[in-house]
């Protein structure tokens, strides 16, 4: 018997089997079968299509993870199509005319029902027409629980056939690995031996990667990251410039704008529209100290798990840390990182970040590993 | 059983072609029963909700997680593919939910 929460119909999860000896297949025929990897961000959202047997991409898309519900009284014709749900972009576009959600908060899903109508959207993206079959890779943070896994697993019943779900870090390693390069002398393959930092919005999650799937010893999950900068920053501008009006999403932006690591870099004078008069700030040191608190969280789990690397490793390991997620666009987090380890004694460090791709690892890593998982890897919902 | 099914009309092609399609169609429906079982049997036996399906541990804790090591990597000598890393995640959260925690 499956033992359900209170609230909500149990999901029963099977792992796909083979084909009965009579060959009595109790799902219906698709007409075919995409593989979907997929990231699935708390702000942003990355997937990738490709039909099985296929190296080619067919959907490429990122799409911010809101949902706009259209508030009663909306006039005809204002919202295009008349539609009452809108995605992404187009809730963001209309965002007067519509109550947005987000189905996910801190990398797990925090509205189910929202949740699942955004991934029967993006269903509709990667198969207009409906009757494929999809089997999903999807990525969830590292530290992300049993609670949290059914609840994706919850959101994809019914709009997914398949599904895999693979932590992040070892998903984004996958994606940033060159296939063509893997074997060459001179290239370090990241699944091989590297160290992934991960920034994201709510969680830094770094992660030892080293031939084997990682272990629970192996990530270290930090609750600091893309939403706790923005607050500190948005203490730090009400502080500094009291009653400036200024809200958290264009706090965000300034971050994302002019963020930085290290020293201080004075001035640094921003443009900013308080009460509908134009100001002009100085956020060199506002803009350090929050971000600069950022590198504080993330080095010791970064020493941390360097030394759990055997000897043999550690050495190529320090030459193969790579910076993801959003938190790599902060300007000179790589120096900053690279430059401690080297001032603590360690050999000839080497922080690379992930590049302007950061967006698609995850979903690359899950992609590839779609298109690798064996029959009986998949895990068919039943609900 | 065979005596009882014989009509008056019966030959014995026409019986034996009649047993074959009996047995024919009892064949059907057991083996359709069979995949019912298999598809129902996981509900009958007690599992938590959360069951089944590989889940890695939870990090319940925020800070930086202590280090439990129940679970030592196989020490990949050779280049080992995507769906061996998958089997290597199905173990671990095996070894840590317990297999019962899965389907089969």
Redesign the interface.
Known sequence: MTIAPPDRLPVTIAPNSAPSPTGIRPTPAKSKTILVGFDLGTNKSCVLAGAAGNTDIAVSKVVPTVVGYVKDGIVDGIIAGNAQILYGEDALRNMLHVRLVAPLAAGVIADQDTARDFLRYLRTVVDPSGTAEIRAVIGVPANAGPQARDDIRHSALGVFDRVLLIPEPFLAALGYREDARVGQPNYLDPVVNSLFIDIGVGTSDVCLVQGYFPTREDQISIPFAGDAIDELLHEELNRVYPNNGLSRHKVRELKEAHGYVGPSRKPLEVKVIMGGKAHTIELGDTIARACNTLVEKIYPALTTLITRASSDSVVSLLQNIIVTGGGSQLKGIDAVLQKKLADDGYENPKVKLAGVDYKRYVAVGALKAARSARENQWQVLLG | MIAALRTPADTEASLAQRLESIFAAET?RV??A??IA??LA???????????????????A????A?????T????SG?????D??????A?ENA??GPHR???
């Open positions: 059907e083996a359709t069979v995949v298999e598809l996981p509900m009958l036996r007690p599992m938590s909700f959360s069951s089944a399906a590989p889940l890695s541990p939870a990090h319940a925020t800070r930086i997680v280090s439990n090591a129940p679970f990597h196989p020490g990949r280049a080992a593919d995507i769906a890393f998958i089997d290597e995640m199905i671990q840590i939910d899965r389907a089969s």
